[in-house]
């Protein structure tokens, strides 16, 4: 998928103008934080994120081992583990995957890897028709292949009204008003599909190093048909997906339901291990595992390392006051909200995402609700930190920070400059002391007034103040 | 832990902030006439200007470390040092360790300066155990959790609990108090639009209270909130300082 973080800002204000979109959008607080906030009850969350901090930090910290482990194993059960470096290396592997098998429709459960593969562009280049299966994947690439704006609600933007049209002028059908009756008729259209598809693609929640399995937490049924019907599964996924034991999926397994939809679990968890053998009533004759680096390998040993024990659970899009308003297209890649800021300058440039850094109040609810506890508002200080090292910022900014650094070292010098600075400001002030527009920074006073200061700095004041007192003490004495 | 016991002899310095010198000096002299309470000496420090919070979040990490160092050298040698702001507060009480995270004499300096760095209402509640404020009202608030203070420090129940001293005020929470409300330091500037989209967010839920006042202990939320309710046409809704409310200076009361 190509970036276009570089828009943010225009993107950001036509999203604040769309009435639908704010309206959609609201939905997503009332929804998944409502429910996060209760099942988070069922469990001792502070410890069980404790727990999967360490395991995840654990695998982390050894991932070639770990990795070679998964390998191992997972050859052993009849499946081919390939490494691509680029997330366009990976993409060409599947399709070379697809010639192999001579696959024409390959059905696809949800995989947000495989957006940054852009792997169905590459796949249809090649003639291979890629079908999404997920529900909302699939009203999203029957609407123009369109991008998904959340990671496990993909199409959270749309209200039922949008899909309603959509799948009348799509599927050529009377509108319906039901959701499970739109539901059936997406149903209906994917199950020739379905039976047709000569390859399943998947991601992969996790792979498991000492069974060489993957585990896959899904809520529509969808991910069994990819895996089960056709005769070639290919899982697509980060090299840091990658958990030594089932013990440390269970764990994990436990924080991505309650932080994700606030589910206790998943109506589906699946654990496929191998090729199907002699006996087995299914599973397909060939499994492949292509683990994708993209990026990923950069983070190891540098300061952003814990951003890898992302479990993808987007609680912190969902608590995100920034990505509440403005949804996630505006970010521009495959990645909304706060890990998106954070991942989306690491894999594809922070040259290309100046905006992705800076665009967060830092308010730290992310860091409080991520399951993993990823120091998301410190990783996004770093980047400001990279930026502003890497000359990136505009120079005004620069030149600001400059002039304000040098005055605020200077305390007779700020003395003077706020004295000026509160008698200018009450003069911009009108009657009601308010100021109505600020010409060196219209990005305030553009939406909102500047309260007038009350005359007189406190330095002044407490000047004025001190002396008084001592002369009243001595007036006494 | 429990905290040291103030005498006659305890020196509190109050760090007043940037934004309270500039713009609301009554700020500080609320802040001020709390403490005094004391019957400690309670002083502000000369030649303190800012905390180095903007840079440190610009990713001026040279320009935030150059100021922490003055301001640290500024406040050691006093037995606590109270701040009328969460955010400044957590800036120096929590940032500063890592910000001299490279120079282990700064560092071990700040490590012992740190524990004595209160927020205002940490200060009254924790320290100066007080049971009773100043402020006098018979009105209606209701209170906004900004964010450096209720996640950094913790500052959720004891400003709450003081309110809750004053005579006849009622507190009506609004809902998500919790939420932020879209200030963010320069993110106000830099995506004004997104800023204020937030506070709209904000302030439907003060107003949905029917409070006369939102009250809350950061400058830089209240300068939003404000510049925000009045550009909407609100010019009824006040947004307090927590220290003028519990120094005495909530209207209609």
Redesign the interface.
């Known amino acids: 998928m190509q970036v276009q973080s570089m828009h943010f800002k225009a993107r950001a204000g036509q999203k604040l103008a769309d009435v639908r979109l704010q309206k959609n959008l609201k939905r997503l607080s009332q929804k998944f934080v409502t429910a996060r906030a209760v099942a988070i009850q069922e469990i001792d969350f502070e410890a069980t994120r404790s727990a999967a901090v360490e395991r995840r930090d654990r695998a982390i910290s050894r991932l070639d081992l770990y990795l070679e482990l998964f390998e191992k194993n997972a050859t052993a059960t009849g499946a081919s583990v390939l490494y691509a470096e680029s997330a366009a290396e990976a993409s060409e592997l599947v399709v070379q995957i697809a010639r192999r098998h001579e696959a024409k429709t390959v059905t696809k459960s949800k995989s947000m890897v495989s957006e940054e593969m852009a792997l169905n562009e590459a796949l249809r280049a090649a003639g291979v028709e890629p079908v999404e299966t997920d529900l909302g994947e699939y009203i999203l690439q029957i609407n123009n292949n369109e991008a998904p704006s959340h990671i496990i609600a993909p199409v959270i933007h749309k209200d039922k009204e949008e899909i309603s049209e959509l799948f009348a002028k799509v599927h050529q059908k009377p509108p319906l008003s039901d959701i499970s009756q739109l539901t059936r008729e997406a149903r209906e259209q994917l199950r020739p599909k379905f039976l047709r598809a000569d390859m399943g693609v998947t991601g992969g929640n996790f792979v498991i190093a000492e069974t060489g399995s993957v585990a896959l937490v899904t809520n529509e049924g969808n991910e069994g048909m990819c895996t089960i019907m056709p005769k070639v599964h290919v899982v697509v996924t980060g090299i840091e997906k990658v958990l030594p034991t089932l013990e440390d999926f269970a764990t994990i397994a436990r924080l991505l339901t309650r932080s994700a939809t606030g589910q206790s679990i998943s109506n589906y968890i699946s654990l496929l291990t191998g090729t199907r053998v002699e006996g087995e009533p299914d599973g397909p004759d060939h499994l492949y595992f292509v683990l994708v680096d993209g990026g990923r390998s950069s983070l190891l040993g540098s300061e952003f390392q814990e951003m890898l024990r992302c479990i993808r659970c987007g609680a912190c899009m969902n608590h995100c006051p920034v990505y509440q308003k403005i949804g996630g297209h505006a970010y521009g890649w495959v990645y909304p909200g706060p890990m998106g800021s954070v991942l989306t300058p690491a894999y594809r440039g922070l040259e290309n995402t100046l905006d992705l850094p800076q665009a967060a109040t830092l308010c730290g609810e992310c860091h409080v609700v991520c399951p993993v506890k990823i120091p998301l508002p410190d990783l996004l200080r770093k980047l400001r930190e990279r930026q502003f090292e890497r000359h990136l910022r505009p120079w005004t900014e620069r030149i600001g920070l400059a002039v304000w650094s040098y005055v605020a070292a200077r305390p007779p010098l700020y003395r003077l400059t706020t004295r000026i600075g509160s008698r200018v400001l009450r003069l911009m002030s009108n009657r009601r002391g308010l100021i109505r527009s600020l010409p060196l920074v219209k990005g305030w006073s553009a939406t909102r007034d500047m309260p007038a200061p009350a005359s007189g700095t406190f330095s002044q004041r407490y000047a004025r103040w001190q002396s008084d007192r001592a002369a009243t003490r001595s007036e006494t004495n | 832990m429990s905290a040291p016991e103030l005498t006659e002899n305890t020196r509190i310095a109050v760090f007043?902030t940037?934004l309270?010198?500039?713009?609301?000096?009554?700020i500080?002299?609320a802040t001020l006439a709390l403490l005094e309470r004391a019957g400690c000496e309670v002083v502000?420090p000369?030649?303190?200007?800012?905390c180095?919070q903007?840079?440190?979040?610009?990713?001026?990490?040279a320009?935030a470390h150059?100021?922490a160092e003055?301001v640290l050298a500024l406040l050691e040698p006093y037995d606590f040092v109270v701040i009328p702001s969460g955010s400044c507060a957590g800036m120096i009480k929590v940032h500063y360790v890592?910000l001299f995270s490279d120079d282990p004499t700064l560092r071990r300096r700040m490590a012992d300066l740190a524990p004595r760095v209160y927020e205002l209402t940490d200060f009254l509640v924790k320290v100066m155990k007080v049971n009773e404020v100043p402020g006098r009202s018979q009105g209606t608030i209701t209170y906004h959790d900004s964010?450096?203070g209720?996640?950094?420090l913790g500052i959720q129940e004891q400003p709450r609990r003081l309110l809750k001293m004053i005579p006849g005020l009622k507190i009506e929470e609004m809902r998500d108090s919790?939420?932020?409300c879209?200030?963010?330091?320069t993110?106000?500037?830099?995506?004004?639009?997104?800023?204020?989209?937030?506070?709209d967010?904000k302030i439907s839920q003060v107003q949905a209270t029917g409070a006369q006042a939102v009250v809350l202990g950061d400058l830089g939320c209240m300068?939003?909130l404000?510049?925000?309710l009045?550009?909407l046409g609100d010019?009824k809704t006040q947004v307090l300082h927590i220290a003028q409310v519990l120094a005495g200076e909530l209207e209609g009361s």
């Open positions: 007043v940037c309270v010198d500039l713009m609301r000096p009554e500080g002299f502000v000369p030649d303190q200007t800012c180095g903007p840079a440190f979040n610009a990713g001026d990490r320009s150059r100021l003055r890592e964010c450096s209720l996640r950094e919790r939420a932020c879209g200030f963010g330091g993110f106000s500037l830099k995506y004004g639009e997104v800023s204020s989209a937030i506070a967010e300068l939003h404000e510049g925000r009045r550009r010019d």
